[in-house]
Structure formats: structure tokens, C-alpha cells
């Protein structure tokens, strides 16, 4: 008797046709008179897990400001689901589908874990795929603070409550700057499987690092910038083996 095969999400069906979700061509932005973008370009496929690498400064932070809406390109596109979001404001792109989780992560510190939770759902789009529930159950540590301030809590358990946050938005596309910056050793282990989990539920994932270990335990592939230019693209565990990319554009 064989064994019925299992059922594919959405996501997972996309990425083996090679569907992009997001393609971000050559774009260039920067803060007033500065620009910090030269000709960025990368794709993403639906259920991949993509990093953009790189030290301080190097323009990761404005890339994922600008897929947001939170900066506007002066050049080049962004597309979402086949859909060009390049001038489209902020909330109408988290509307589309998109959520931001920012560095400094951005909770509300006199409201509860819980009002924190509900200040971010959205049931705009379709029938919504994460509650308190739910993300409780992806962020065990989380279920026995739900009564407790957004200030009380430790920097884990606040980049947890950021994450799950975003969730509650039923994003399709989720943007992570920074996620392990900060963090105890122990508590990225933790972070790195919670992102593999959502993975697998079949959210869609950008995040940028400077850590390399944590890139290599959660990433599919990985861009590589400097200075605002993409200098590397490719898989991130060659990245990391390879120590002339190390010694020049990252740290581990």
C-alpha cells in the first residue's frame, strides 16, 4: 500500500516553479542629498529564505526601508507578486502583503504582549492565518507574558514580540533587519529554528545580518553588499566557506 505524498503549500509549489515573489532591478535611493544605493538588484522566490549580507553601513538596513515604502527609490523598481509597489506608500504595501520587522524593533513598552499582538493584526486580506494563538505556539516564550508590559520583557523576548507582532498582519513577504543583534547565543538557536518554522508554514523571508552563523543555519542563498553595491550573490554557505569574501565584506 503506498503512502499518500504530502500535501505542498502555496508557497512551497511557487518556489519549485521558480515564481519571484519580490524583484527589486536596480534601484537607487538614499536619505536627503546622500544616496546609499548603487543599482541594487535581487529576486526572491515564494518559501525562500534570502540574506543580505554585509557590515555597517553597507546599505542592508536602506534596502529593506526602500522594498517597504519607507524610502522611495530616485531609480529602479520594486515589484511584489507581480505588482510594481516602487511608489506606493508604506501601509499600502504592508496592505500587499509585506511586513517590516525594524533593528530596534519598535514595541510598545507600556502595552502588554497581548495589546502589542492585537495593535498589529490586520484582516484586510483574506482569511487571517495568525492570531494570539498561533503565534504564541510559534513563540512559546511569549504565551506566559501575554499580561505583561512590552518594557518588562528581555531583548529575546522583545524580538520575539516584534516577529509575532508583524505575524498578526498576515504578511506574505516578511522583512527581518537585524534579528540576532544583540541576542544571547542560546536565545539565536532559538530564533534560528522559530524562522525555519516559517519556513515551512510557507512565509516568505528577507532579513539582513551581520552574523554569518546565523545567516548559514536559516538561509537559502545570500546578496552580498558594500558601500550600497551588490557584490556577491549565491549560496551562503559557500559564502561562508570562502575566506576572501570573509575577510573582505563580513564578519564571523
Not at 536596480?26 to 554585509?54: H, K, P, Q, W
Amino acid at each position: 500500500m503506498t503512502s499518500e505524498p504530502r500535501p505542498e503549500t502555496e508557497g512551497e509549489v511557487a518556489a519549485a516553479q521558480g515564481r519571484a515573489l519580490l524583484e527589486v532591478m536596480n534601484i537607487e535611493a538614499g536619505y536627503g542629498m546622500g544616496r546609499v544605493l548603487f543599482g541594487v538588484s535581487l529576486r526572491v522566490r515564494c518559501g525562500e529564505v534570502v540574506a543580505l549580507l554585509g557590515r555597517n553601513g553597507a546599505g542592508k538596513t536602506t534596502t529593506l526601508k526602500t522594498i517597504m515604502g519607507l524610502l522611495r527609490p530616485t531609480t529602479g523598481r520594486v515589484v511584489f507578486d507581480g505588482r510594481d509597489v516602487s511608489c506606493l506608500p508604506s501601509h499600502l504595501i504592508a496592505r500587499a502583503g509585506i511586513g517590516y520587522v525594524p533593528q530596534d524593533r519598535r514595541i510598545f513598552p507600556d502595552l502588554t504582549v497581548r495589546e502589542n499582538l492585537e495593535v498589529g493584526r490586520h484582516t484586510g486580506r483574506g482569511e487571517p492565518r495568525w492570531d494570539v494563538q498561533r503565534v504564541c505556539a510559534l513563540f512559546p516564550a511569549l504565551g506566559p507574558l501575554v499580561d505583561r508590559r512590552g518594557e518588562s520583557l528581555s531583548g529575546g523576548e522583545q524580538q520575539m514580540l516584534a516577529i509575532a507582532r508583524t505575524l498578526m498582519g498576515n504578511p506574505t513577504l516578511l522583512l527581518l533587519d537585524e534579528p540576532s543583534e544583540g541576542l544571547a547565543p542560546l536565545v539565536v538557536q532559538t530564533l534560528a529554528a522559530q524562522v525555519l518554522q516559517l519556513k515551512e508554514e510557507g512565509v516568505t523571508i528577507v532579513l539582513s545580518e551581520q552574523n554569518v552563523r546565523f545567516t548559514t543555519l536559516v538561509s537559502d542563498r545570500a546578496y552580498v553588499l558594500e558601500k550600497g553595491h551588490v557584490r556577491h550573490e549565491g549560496d551562503v554557505r559557500k559564502m561562508a566557506g570562502d575566506s576572501s569574501i570573509l575577510g573582505k565584506f563580513l564578519r564571523i
